[in-house]
């Protein structure tokens, strides 16, 4: 299956793609007290929501790395019509260094690059500058889920998931969490994106896959990932 086409048709509405609002990114953007001129890096950047309004709104320095060309042209397209100073790369932000330090480094909801937030922020520590603010965006269980629920992934508990970063040296600054209704606008967006491309493009390689999912994904969701599974970003800054 062509996965980073894939991916670009079920988040063709989406500009975060993540389970965050615009308010809840806005209000994570607020809650660092960026500096104007402040320099941001984001590994697997997606569509640049985060680099594109946080350069509108705080006027940061931004740069974006991800593998999906869509989501590339995408972000390159809404920092063009905002004019700010964001720059997106095409590559593979796996093992992605910045070239000069940074004073925040991201990884929001795709820490898959470094095996998980613990190597992930490892990743993200290559490119910080002294005393700068690392943010990963990760899911955990809200609550102990069903054996069906698990088939989802193998992830923390809320408070393992701090434990977990704290152990490996950091301080948790701060976070902001997604809720239920911030889950239901990224996902359930999701299915009415598969059924127009479906009533569009019936004999497309991918339709029967998309098929599939949108036969599935509304009853596994409201059973086994709404009730169970959370998602949120901490900000970290490694103890000296």
Same mark, same amino acid.
């Given at each position: ?27 994570l ?59 997106? *790369?095409?590559?593979? &932000?796996? !093992?992605?260094?910045?070239?000069? /330090?940074v004073? =925040? $480094?991201?990884?929001?909801? +795709?820490? %898959? ?33 069903? *054996?069906?629920?698990? &088939?989802? !992934?193998?992830?923390?508990?809320? /408070?393992?998931? =701090? $434990?977990?970063?704290?152990d +490996?040296? %950091?301080d948790?600054?701060?976070?902001v969490?997604?809720d ?28 029967? &896959?998309?098929?599939d ?19 949120g970003?901490?900000a ?5």
């Amino acid at each position: 299956m062509d996965h980073l086409r894939h991916h670009a048709i079920r988040e063709s509405s989406h500009r975060i793609l993540d389970p965050f609002t615009d308010d809840q990114l806005a209000t994570l953007g607020r809650a660092l007290r960026l500096d104007p001129g402040a320099t941001v890096l984001d590994l697997a950047c997606g569509k640049g929501e985060l680099l594109c309004t946080w350069a509108r709104d705080h006027g940061t320095v931004g740069t974006g790395v991800d593998l999906n060309p869509a989501f590339v042209d995408a972000a390159r397209e809404r920092a063009a019509s905002l004019g700010v100073d964001v720059v997106v *790369e095409l590559g593979d &932000a796996a !093992g992605y260094v910045s070239p000069t /330090p940074v004073d =925040v $480094a991201c990884c929001i909801g +795709a820490t %898959w690059i470094g095996d998980g937030a613990v190597g992930t922020l490892d990743l993200l520590a290559r490119s910080l500058a002294p005393r700068g603010v690392a943010l990963v965006g990760e899911p955990f269980w809200r609550s102990d889920p069903p *054996e069906a629920a698990r &088939a989802i !992934g193998d992830f923390h508990t809320f /408070p393992g998931l =701090v $434990a977990a970063v704290q152990d +490996a040296g %950091w301080d948790v600054i701060e976070m902001v969490l997604a809720d239920e209704a911030s889950w239901d606008r990224y996902v359930a967006a999701q299915w009415l994106n598969l059924r127009r491309f479906l009533d569009e493009h019936p004999d497309d390689p991918l339709a029967p &896959a998309f098929r599939d999912e949108l036969t599935t994904a509304p009853l596994d969701y409201v059973t086994n990932q709404r009730p169970y599974l959370g998602w949120g970003v901490l900000a970290l800054v490694r103890r000296p």
